[in-house]
């Protein structure tokens, strides 16, 4: 779809955080549309933030990732929307402190969610997500920093539609839930509610993607959500 505007706006909010430390990060733009605002958008954006663009069609945010991962050269991977924003005065320098320190698979960090009339702020503790992994995906991807060593040889399983990140959080660290670090900081991140996998619409499908999630990880419970 086009998310040229959206891309701007995400992208505007970028500058003031990662301008800072500009040796230290690369955003790829991945993009299936046909529209050359998009491109136009990253482009126009290069000029003051390490960007680049790739422009391959897919058949959803799951292989569009897997297309994504092939290009990624940085030791941590973290995926965003178009229409997610970097949070104001995000402490980048404590994140990177922090991402130097953990060789864990997985680090989470707070994400703040936006509704049409209030927000709040989502935080996990490591007793809560070995409390509800083995049920349903406690974070949102807007939460999560992978190792991209260890993710490029899992990738997402395009089979799914909505929980592919949740089968792929669980092959990295059913083996030892320990394989997690949960930091308490600000959020880095705006997330505006409607994606797919928050959408009342997907609920049916949600429930059954989770049970194949399980399936596929051998992990039995009598729970449903």
Known sequence: MDCSKKLGACLESAVPILSQYPNDYEILVKDCSSDDQVRESANRFSKILNIRYIHQSDS???????????????????FMGADDL?????PLNVLMEQLRMHEKPVISIPVKYVF?????????????????IRYKNPFNHQGIFHR????????????????????TLLKMTKSDPDNIVCIEMPPMVE??????STMISTNFDRLKERAKVRKNNNIRTNHSV
């Open 86 to 90: 970097f949070a104001e005065n995000f």
């Open 116 to 132: 049409n009339t209030y927000s709040s702020v989502s935080t996990i503790d490591i007793i809560n997500f070995r409390k509800h």
């Open 60 to 78: 959803g945010i799951y292989e569009a990732w897997n297309q994504a991962l092939s290009h990624c050269e940085g030791r941590w991977i973290y």
């Open 191 to 196: 997330m505006h509610s409607g994606g797919i």
């Open 148 to 167: 991209s060593d260890i993710l490029k040889e899992i990738g997402f399983d395009t089979s799914f539609r909505i929980s592919g990140d949740f089968n």
